[in-house]
Each structure stands twice: as structure tokens, then as C-alpha cells.
């Protein structure tokens, strides 16, 4: 079992009085994080590569960074790990160099259940010539079907780009089943891990996904993104840095300017926190004790919502860990969903409404007269006893007779 006790001293951002349940809009950031930009900002905050001792430190600190960040997704190469300033801007970084890339006439699938960030970017290459097609979720399941994948992949696909785990739905999609359906028809694909990463450990080589993209204040860091890109791939695209960045490059022809060296350095905490967090307990795999607990959580929160006759949950209805995270939707009946966040916000509960950027989800489920989905998003550093005190407040605020 997990020592919550142990956890949350390790989150300063805890020691308040609200229960924060908004984890997948922004998490809290773990003290090994913070120390990592403090250590870097205080000893080594000078310009990379010159002869003195100073730079040579701050040199190996980013160097030390891609390995580091390499390691703890199973990249086979550290020049595979770019950094960015948000996982929007580096899939737009990368649709700009996929549009120049492929001749125009490729066709690129996206989905109607990603944040736009994996979407708008890939749309806008229309302009180029490029033919945009769209996977939609059955609508009644919630679920991206392969089946329906199928129809829409053809000699022609350059790029499927989908979500490890939609904001809103809390799935985990199929990631490995999926890129092996893409590459049987020569496609690459652009994985959106944003929601998923939070949760559960990370494997590239053995997904064997071309791209995959995630931002670090969800999962326990600072404002900042990574994008992992097959090294094949990195090479061959153009990249946007300056005309000197030689084509042999990788990461850097991605990373036009510097990038941000303390929160790059800040990044390597989050994987500290979870080595300390697997010799606290004594494992060789924290991240399977962390899908149990939350899985506890999603069971209780759900069993509960499943009393309600008004509740209609907006992604799968099981809590099996196998099949989601504890990103858990709903609406009730056809009550505005901000109305009843404003009564929750008064019992210091802080969770969210909306569409959480994926507007294109939201319009096609017909649910943005009613605001979007009332969102609780948990990570496992909430306890049992803050999903208690939330469905109490739930149950008050939802009335006996939902
Ligand atoms: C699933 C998902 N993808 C992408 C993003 C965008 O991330 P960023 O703010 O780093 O661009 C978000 C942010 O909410 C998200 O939830």
C-alpha cells in the first residue's frame, strides 16, 4: 500500500486545508522538483558550453537532463528527448516540420476526443494540401474503436495523432495496438500522453511510438514539456533551428534558442521523487501500487455517482485500472455543471468544469449548453479520506433524489 503520509509531506503545495482534485489541469509539484531549480538556479545559472568550471557543470546538468528523461520514458537514445515550453507548442513545432516534410495530398488522422493541442496544430496543414481526417469516439461507449480506425487509414496516411488518455474521459486507449495499426499502413504517429503520464510508467521502444508528448506541471513539475521523437525521424525532418544546427542533430534542430535550463534541470526531480518513492517502498515498481490506490479511488468515486439516477458518467463506468485513471466526468441531468462547481468551491473541494480544450469532444457529445463536464481529476496523493469528504459534499450538493 501506499504511505500517503510519506507522499504528501513531499508536496509543499499540500500542506493546505483544500482538497485539490483539479490534478489533471495542474498537479502540485513535488519538493524534488523544487530543490532541482533551486540547485541549478543557485550554482550553476550560467551560459552552456564554455572552458570554464561553472558552464562545464551547467553543460552536464542538461546533458545529465536528456539521459535522465531518456531512461525514465525507455528511450533507446538521449537525443531523442526534446524539450519545450508546453506540449502545445512542441506538437505545433512538429506539425511545422511534418508539413514540410511530406509532399501535400497526405492524409493526417486525427480525433474528436484530444485537447486541441493534438488537433488544431495537424488541421492547419490543410492549408498545405494536406487531407484531414477525423476518428471519432462511438459515442455511446465513449471509445475510440479501432475498427472505425481502420476505415480511415490508408496508403495515403503520413500521421495518426491521438490521445494515451483523453482529459475529459479518463481512458487509456490501446497506445501499442494502435501504432502497430499505423504502421502497417506506413504511418507515424503523434501520441498525446498529457493525462496519461501522471499515472502510470512510460515505454517508447516497447509501444514503438514515433512521437510522443507530454507537459510536466501534470506530473508533479514545473511549467514545461517534453516531446520523445524516434531518432530515424528526428534526423530526417528539417527542425526550425538556425541554418548552422547541423542536419545530424536530433533533439537540438527542435529547440530553437536555449531552453529553459532550470526547468530543464527542475524535470530530473520528478524522476528522483519516484526512486525515492520506490525505496520508501521497498519496490522495484512503484507505479503498480500507484494503479492500485487510484484504482481504489475510482471505485469508490463511481460506485457512488452510480447512485445518482441524474448522474450520467462521461467516459467508461468501470474503476479497473487496466482500463482508466481517476480523470473522472460526469453531468448531471441537464443542470449547468459551473452551478454545481460553485457549491463544491465553498467546501475548499477544488475540482473544475468545462471542456478542458477538448471543445471539439464536448460539441459533439452536445453538452456546451450545459457547460461542459463536471471534472474530478485525482493522482495518488489524494487520499481515501478527501474522496469521502467530496462525495459527502456530492451527495448534499446533488440532491437524495438524483
Ligand atoms: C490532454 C492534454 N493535452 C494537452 C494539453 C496542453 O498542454 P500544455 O498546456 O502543456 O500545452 C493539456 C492541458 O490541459 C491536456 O490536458
Redesign the pocket.
Known amino acids: 500500500m501506499l504511505d500517503l503520509s510519506y507522499i504528501r509531506k513531499q508536496f509543499p503545495g499540500l500542506q493546505s486545508d483544500w482538497i485539490l482534485m483539479d490534478n ?3 498537479s502540485q509539484m513535488t519538493q524534488a522538483a523544487i530543490h532541482r531549480i533551486n540547485e541549478f538556479i543557485t550554482s550553476s545559472n550560467v551560459q552552456l558550453g564554455a572552458t570554464y568550471h561553472t558552464s562545464h557543470l551547467a553543460t552536464q546538468r542538461m546533458i545529465d537532463n536528456q539521459h535522465i528523461m531518456a531512461k525514465y520514458i525507455n528511450a533507446a537514445d538521449s537525443g531523442e528527448i526534446v524539450m519545450g ?7 505545433r513545432i512538429l506539425a511545422m516540420n511534418i508539413g514540410k516534410y511530406f509532399p501535400a495530398g497526405g492524409e493526417i488522422i486525427v480525433t474528436n476526443c ?5 488537433i488544431g496544430a495537424w488541421r492547419e496543414l490543410e492549408n498545405l494540401g494536406f487531407v484531414i481526417k477525423t476518428w471519432k469516439i462511438n459515442p455511446g461507449s465513449f471509445e475510440l474503436e479501432l475498427d472505425d480506425l481502420k476505415k480511415l487509414l490508408s496508403d495515403k496516411t503520413r500521421l495518426v495523432a491521438f ?1 494515451h ?3 475529459i474521459l479518463g481512458r487509456i486507449n490501446p497506445v501499442k495496438e494502435i501504432t502497430q495499426l499505423a504502421h502497417e499502413y506506413g504511418a507515424w504517429v503523434c501520441v ?5 503520464a501522471p499515472h502510470r510508467p512510460i515505454d517508447v521502444q516497447d509501444w514503438d511510438v514515433d512521437f510522443y ?3 510536466f ?2 506530473t508533479y513539475g514545473p ?3 517534453m516531446m520523445y521523437g524516434k531518432k530515424q525521424h528526428l534526423l530526417e525532418l528539417p527542425g526550425n533551428n538556425h541554418y548552422f544546427i547541423g542536419q545530424n542533430e536530433t533533439a537540438y534542430k527542435f529547440q530553437p534558442g536555449n531552453v529553459n535550463y532550470e526547468l530543464a534541470w527542475g524535470v530530473t526531480g520528478i524522476v528522483d521523487y519516484f526512486n525515492n518513492l520506490a525505496v520508501h517502498h521497498n519496490t522495484q515498481n512503484i507505479f503498480e501500487l500507484i494503479a492500485d490506490h487510484e484504482e481504489k479511488l475510482c471505485k469508490e468515486l463511481i460506485s457512488f455517482l452510480e447512485t445518482k439516477k441524474s448522474v450520467r458518467i462521461i467516459g467508461p463506468k468501470s474503476f479497473d485500472k487496466a482500463i482508466r485513471v481517476p480523470t473522472i466526468s460526469f453531468v448531471a441531468g441537464d443542470i449547468d455543471s459551473e452551478s454545481i462547481v460553485l457549491k463544491t468551491d465553498k467546501h475548499k473541494i477544488a475540482i473544475r468544469f468545462g471542456d ?3 471543445a471539439r469532444l464536448i460539441d459533439d457529445l452536445k453538452l456546451r449548453q450545459q457547460n461542459g463536464v463536471i471534472r474530478i481529476s485525482m493522482v495518488h496523493y489524494n487520499t481515501m479520506e478527501e474522496t469521502q469528504q467530496l462525495i459527502k459534499v456530492l451527495d448534499k450538493v446533488l440532491g437524495a433524489d438524483s
Open positions: 489533471a489541469g495542474g515550453s508546453s506540449t502545445s507548442m512542441l506538437i484530444d485537447h486541441e493541442a493534438n490521445t488518455t483523453s482529459n498525446d500522453a498529457v493525462a496519461y508528448v507530454y507537459s506541471y501534470k511549467h514545461y514539456a478542458f480544450y477538448a
